[in-house]
């Protein structure tokens, strides 16, 4: 299967004189119809990367490409999905949602319609005309999550996105989550998330890229082929956790952390 993005040997510095590099050469690709996540050692620069892939960020080497064609700033087919929600408190959630057309040439009229029919599709109907203040942490990421496929992206970009929920909003959020993105009523086919979630990247992921310590670079590339819904108690399940666990510890003892760049 086609990638849909293919990372070619980023490369990232901390400071604008290269002397502490973050992202040494890093090479990964996303196909079509996938979920990827990217795991790695804590600070290692994974949400970064995600900016570079979103062209939020300016890589110092290396491109991304989406199918084929190269990122240098952000496009209408990659849509992002913060940590920590990101809403506007003094919009309402509809309003917070159609901040995602706000770029588009389209009516008010269909902007409203649009975000409506998007949060009925992510169980917030009869939260529309409510401020972010009245809902939950789950909920606020649901309107998040609205406000990223309201344009019609392709692919989907989460940085951390369960991380500032409890285990059980978290939990359920996951599986919903899964449902609506492979759902035909959403445009999104693709998926790249950062987690720091070994158990979390497992049970949603066709493929788990683990990333070392600084300078980072890719440890290893896991394909998970346990079918869904995956059962978090089987002994397939643990065995990629144990594995990608034990790359994980392997990959933080490789770098060493803001290493200045070798001449």
């Not at 196909?31 to 990827?36: M, S």
Request: with cysteine.
């Amino acid at each position: 299967m086609a990638d849909i993005i293919r990372v070619e040997d980023i490369e990232f510095y901390y400071d604008a004189k290269k002397q502490y590099k973050i992202l040494d050469r890093v090479s990964f690709g996303a196909p079509e119809e996938k979920f990827v996540s990217i795991i790695g050692p804590s600070g290692c620069g994974k949400s970064t990367l995600l900016r570079i892939i979103a062209g939020l960020l300016r890589a110092d080497a290396g491109a991304v490409f989406y199918r084929n064609r190269i990122i240098t700033a952000p496009i209408p087919e990659l849509s992002f999905v913060f940590q920590d929600f990101a809403l506007l408190p003094w919009l309402t959630n509809v309003e917070n949602v159609k901040l995602g057309l706000s770029l588009y040439s389209m009516g008010n009229a269909e902007k409203e319609r649009r975000a409506r029919k998007l949060l009925h599709e992510f169980g917030l109907k009869g939260f529309e005309n409510a401020y972010p203040s009245a809902l939950s942490g789950g909920m606020k990421q649901r309107v998040g999550i609205a406000r990223a496929v309201v344009s019609n992206p392709k692919v989907i970009l989460m940085d951390e996105p369960f991380s500032s929920l409890d285990e059980i909003t978290a939990n359920t959020l996951r599986g919903d989550i899964l449902y609506l993105l492979r759902s035909k009523r959403i445009s999104v086919n693709s998926v790249i998330m950062v987690t720091h979630n070994v158990e979390e990247a497992v049970e949603l992921s066709d493929t788990v890229v683990v990333l070392t310590n600084k300078p980072t670079r890719v440890k290893a590339v896991e394909e998970i082929k346990l079918k869904y819904p995956r059962k978090r108690h089987s002994k397939e399940f643990f065995k990629l956790v144990d594995r990608i666990d034990e790359e994980l510890k392997e990959g933080a003892a490789e770098g060493e952390v803001f290493t200045k760049a070798r001449s």
